[in-house]
């Protein structure tokens, strides 16, 4: 009896170690196989005509020189997109006079990091800003709402692009999202009335990150839907802070 205890702990003690290794390994496989960032979305960075602080886990787009701004927005990356890849967007928003701040994620999943806009709140000296929002995209979007059902107090609006709530949350919220998404499901959102359908529009079309597997063919350009999405994105603003 005693002998077969010891084997089978002796089994044990190989199988449970090699078994933690091959989640370890599958799981460092699945974090690799992610959306990348295109050019135009890495030039949106680089770009030295841009007013950009790029820090160790978000970068912050500042409006234009000359510009004043008293309303930011936090941006939670969609799940396994490059977070760079919602750079075109954000500096289309800070050129309208939005400060915009796009979070880093660990292995590009928001999942692994819901408060992440604690360390915008704490680190970021923009004594300048007295309207804060947060959003996201698609899972970015989903956690963005999980935070906000949390920390109402410090936020006056929320805006999901492709996404829908998560948490129960009464602040103001904008959905915008594509007539041709076909990786969200749009019934999730019957509890939201604020909502924007981008005739022409998909999932992916948000950010800058090619086609996304599962999606619908979008009939406007990439360029074109962004530009309604920030459009709509300054008036829900404009029309919050004259409340």
Same mark, same amino acid.
Request: negative net charge; aromatic residues 10%; proline residues 3%.
């Given at each position: ?85 919602? /750079? ?6 800070? &050129? ?45 979007? /989903? ?68 086609? &996304? ?31």
């Amino acid at each position: 009896m005693k002998l077969k205890k010891r084997k089978i702990l002796k089994i044990a003690a190989i199988s449970v170690p090699a078994l933690l290794l091959l989640v370890i390994g599958a799981f460092y496989m699945y974090t690799l196989d992610y959306y990348r960032a295109d050019e135009a979305a890495v030039q949106a960075i680089a770009s030295q005509e841009n007013s950009v602080d790029s820090l160790e886990k978000m970068w912050v787009f500042y409006p234009e020189q000359g510009q004043s701004s008293d309303s930011a927005l936090i941006f939670y990356p969609g799940g396994k997109v490059e977070a760079a890849a919602y /750079a075109p967007l954000l500096k289309q928003l800070s &050129q309208q006079g939005i400060t915009c701040v796009l979070l880093k994620m660990p292995f590009n999943l928001a999942v692994f990091d819901m408060n992440a806009a604690d360390r915008v709140f704490e680190q970021l000296p923009l004594s300048e800003v007295k309207h804060w929002y947060i959003g996201g995209h698609s899972l970015g979007g /989903a956690m963005a709402s999980s935070y906000a059902s949390k920390h109402v107090d410090k936020l006056e609006g929320m805006i999901l692009l492709g996404a829908y709530s998560v948490g129960a949350t009464e602040l103001p919220t904008l959905a915008i999202y594509g007539s041709e998404d076909m990786i969200m499901d749009s019934a999730k959102l019957d509890n939201t009335p604020n909502q924007h359908v981008i005739e022409g529009g998909n999932h992916a079309y948000f950010g800058n990150y090619g086609e &996304q597997k599962g999606d619908g063919l979008a009939t406007i350009t990439r360029e074109e839907q962004q530009r309604q999405t920030v459009e709509e994105i300054i008036d829900f603003i404009l029309d919050e802070e004259k409340k």
